[in-house]
């Protein structure tokens, strides 16, 4: 019996659904708990869905990501306040990826930000860091002629990601937007209609592979899913879950927040340096802390490894040289395009060099890696 002085724990909230969520169960998806949604882990093979993307190409439902919309005279002024990038240097129509630290330093998160006009930006947030961010935002705008929207919880985010991605596009938008698919560059946005419903269409993903990520109102959701759906069944499209996501994006060497990226780390220790901006103007939060360690070596580097037998390093796993830990696995599996496990680590930067030799301990029994240049897989162009 429970002691009636105790307190009862604290329910827990149950995952948020997507507007797709019907749409997977249809499809007989595993569902997972991420970042506090319920969304598909996979619908059957996670190792099918990864090769269809890199072969072909695979549907994601991103809905769970967030959308913030930052209007006003000082729209550049207030982004690369509350921002590392410099955003006054990206052009109408392009995109540009950024962190937003604390006044540490340490990584609050990572985003994309679409500039959409002169005065108005799309910025996406990670799932679970998005209500964060949102606050944070509200708090830096403080002082500027900025309207701050988070339009998260209206907005859905399909991704169509893989070789076959323009092809398949080409036959759900009109025929006078076909150019607009085939010719729009990495790191770009437009407005587009893609199976009679308009929609923001990004050549953005993070899969290492080509595709286009498109932003729809909540309630034509359904609609769209469907639509690329079907268009893309004699290329050979299949729905894509969270696991396929994460061995495509592992391999093309891309962070995860919470594994690459925290608080507890900041840009330079996760190779990010080169993101930050100080040649702006403008004092962002975090830029006195950064300025400080910029000229120092980072007490941990972020590398790629890769293992010599067929048994894969996992996040946590110890990272030993001579048999004395100098670090740790941050994400780690083995990778389904080349055939060998791989993994992100950070590590003491004395032993980052290229070619260093390292074990991982694998449960009690050492494996060999050697450090590796980033990314694992980098597609033909």
């Not at 389904?336 to 390292?358: N, R």
Request: hydrophobic share 45%; charged share 20%.
């Amino acid at each position: 019996m429970t002691d009636a002085t105790q307190a009862p724990a604290p329910a827990q909230a149950a995952p948020a659904h997507t507007a797709l969520h019907a749409e997977h169960a249809a499809l007989g998806a595993a569902f997972t708990d991420f970042g506090g949604w319920d969304m598909p882990l996979k619908y059957g093979s996670e190792l099918a869905e990864h090769r269809a993307v890199r072969e072909v190409a695979g549907l994601f439902d991103l809905s769970h990501m967030g959308e913030i919309r930052v209007t006003g005279p000082d729209a550049v002024a207030f982004l690369n306040t509350a921002l590392v990038g410099n955003f006054a240097v990206v052009a109408v129509g392009r995109a540009k990826y950024s962190l937003i630290c604390d006044a540490d330093g340490g990584i609050i998160d990572d985003l994309i930000t679409y500039r959409l006009g002169d005065t108005e930006f799309l910025v996406v947030p990670n799932a679970g860091n998005a209500p964060v961010v949102a606050a944070a935002f509200a708090e830096r705008a403080a002082g500027f002629d900025v309207t701050v929207r988070d339009e998260s919880a209206a907005t859905s985010l399909v991704a169509v990601q893989g070789p076959a991605s323009v092809a398949i596009l080409h036959e759900l938008v009109p025929e006078e937007q076909r150019a607009l698919v085939s010719d729009m560059k990495y790191y770009a946005a437009a407005p587009a209609t893609v199976a009679g419903i308009d929609v923001l269409l990004a050549r953005t993903g993070y899969t290492g592979e080509d595709g286009f990520e498109l932003y729809v109102p909540n309630a034509q959701a359904s609609e769209l899913w469907r639509a690329v759906l079907a268009a893309g069944e004699t290329h050979g499209l299949i729905p894509a879950g969270l696991a396929s996501r994460d061995s495509l994006r592992l391999e093309a060497g891309m962070p995860l927040y919470g594994n690459e990226l925290s608080r507890e780390i900041t840009p330079f220790e996760a190779g990010l340096g080169p993101v930050v901006s100080f040649t702006k103007t403008e004092r962002f939060v975090g830029r006195d802390a950064l300025e400080a360690r910029r000229e120092a070596t980072p007490t941990r580097v972020l590398v790629g490894l890769q293992g010599a037998g067929r048994r894969a390093g996992r996040a946590g796993y110890a990272v030993l040289a001579d048999g004395v830990q100098i670090g740790e696995v941050t994400s780690g599996q083995p990778s389904p395009t080349l055939g060998f496990p791989i993994a992100l680590a950070s590590i003491d930067p004395a032993f980052a060099e290229l070619g260093t030799e390292l074990t991982v301990d694998l449960r009690g029994k050492p494996e060999a890696f050697t450090v590796v240049a980033l990314p694992f897989y980098r597609r033909a162009q």
